[in-house]
């Protein structure tokens, strides 16, 4: 009996050591990061390869004569090729619409670029997400993007892009593609008829598949 009651207890003790190393286990594992959503890689993707070629020496293709923008570059700043180069309409309603925002500041992350810078931001956002497909739905290439022929521009900060959602249409200017809230566009007739209805990204853009 007493041999009997010995082995129960042990099987007792395995079985109690096995459920604290379990729950020891679980405490102890870390999930990973999560991973940070699409938007946010643009957004970032965006400022980081404005903010690195702003940085480099010179003003070549890669640099502000490229369309590079330093941070904070205010929609009315006339230094820089990326403001000053956008379509004049365009412009135009943007500083209208900045104007009447009050307090709301609003700033250039990205106006017009070179082709070269544009192909560079590609290789970035092909590196970033690993292939051309995800790529293509955050930037263009130098010979499809609008903003290479001065017809985007990409707005911030968030409170710049919320009030152009509510009002912009009153300028012309209209979001183009549901996954980036920042990218504005001219189009005729919104004061009157509002905005069209936006793409799902710029893959479905027929504009670019040229």
Known sequence: MTYHRTRIRRRRAAAL?????AVAALIGHRSPPPIPSP??????????????????????????????LPDDASVFDDNYPG???????LLSALRRAATDAG?????VNSGWRSPAYEDELRRQAVAKYGSEQEAA???ATGTTSAHVSGDAVDVGPTAADSWLAQHG??????QIYANE??????????????????YADPTHDPRMQK
């Open 39 to 68: 938007t946010t890689l643009a957004r970032q993707l965006t400022v980081a390869a404005g903010d690195h070629f702003h940085r480099e020496p010179g003003s070549g293709a890669l640099g502000t004569a490229g369309g590079a």
């Open 181 to 198: 809230p920042w990218h504005y566009e001219l189009r005729d007739g919104a004061a009157t008829q509002g905005c069209p209805q936006m």
């Open 103 to 107: 307090a709301i500041r609003f700033v």
């Open 83 to 89: 403001i000053t180069r956008l379509d004049p309409d």
């Open 17 to 21: 050591l096995a459920v604290l190393g």
């Open 137 to 139: 739905r955050w930037v």
């Open 169 to 174: 249409a009153a300028y012309g200017l209209c």
